[in-house]
C-alpha cells in the first residue's frame, strides 16, 4: 500500500511542470494559446530561472503568462509582446538572447583573451630564444674544459 501511494506520488510530482499553466490562463482561440505557448517558452522564470514561465509554477511567472496572453489578445505581434517584456524586466528574461554588441562581447571575450594569451607567450618565447642564458665560463672553468676535450 505505502509503495502505490509512493509511486503515485512520485508520478505526480514528476508530471508538476506540466500542469504550470493553469486552466483559467488558456485561450479560448487555438491559435493564440500556441502563439502564447511558444511565447512563454521563451521566457525564463526570474524566481526560477533555470525554468520558461511555461514551467513554473511560482507566482510571477503566472503572472507573465497571464500578461503576455493579455498583449496577445490585444494585437500585439509576438515580437511587440517580447520587446514588451525586455522593456519591463531586462534582456535576462529571455532564455536565447539576442544578438547585440553586449552579447558579442560576452561570447567574444573568452575568444580575444585566449588568443592574446597566445600571441603574448609566442612573443616572450621570440624574445628569450635568441639570448644566451647562465653566465661566462671562468678563466678556471675554461681550462677544465680544453682539458676535458683533448682527451
Given at each position: 500500500m505505502i509503495r502505490r501511494?509512493?509511486?503515485?506520488?512520485?508520478?505526480m510530482t514528476a508530471a508538476a511542470p506540466a500542469f504550470a499553466v493553469n486552466p483559467d490562463e488558456v485561450l479560448s482561440d487555438p491559435a493564440l494559446e500556441t502563439r502564447a505557448r511558444t511565447l512563454s517558452s521563451e521566457l525564463r522564470c526570474m524566481v526560477c530561472q533555470n525554468q520558461s514561465i511555461d514551467d513554473s509554477n511560482a507566482d510571477l511567472a503566472?503572472?507573465?503568462r497571464l500578461l503576455v496572453r493579455e498583449r496577445i489578445t490585444d494585437g500585439d505581434?509576438?515580437?511587440?509582446v517580447l520587446n514588451y517584456i525586455v522593456s519591463r524586466y531586462g534582456e535576462f528574461v529571455l532564455l536565447k538572447p539576442r544578438v547585440s554588441a553586449r552579447t558579442l562581447?560576452?561570447?567574444g571575450a573568452p575568444v580575444l583573451l585566449i588568443l592574446a594569451g597566445g600571441a603574448s607567450l609566442i612573443v616572450f618565447a621570440?624574445?628569450?630564444a635568441g639570448k644566451p642564458t647562465g653566465s661566462?665560463?671562468?678563466?678556471?672553468?675554461?681550462?677544465r674544459l680544453a682539458e676535458l676535450l683533448e682527451k
Open positions: 501511494f509512493l509511486l503515485v506520488l512520485a508520478l503566472r503572472d507573465l505581434s509576438d515580437e511587440q562581447l560576452l561570447w621570440r624574445k628569450r661566462k665560463l671562468t678563466a678556471e672553468e675554461q681550462a
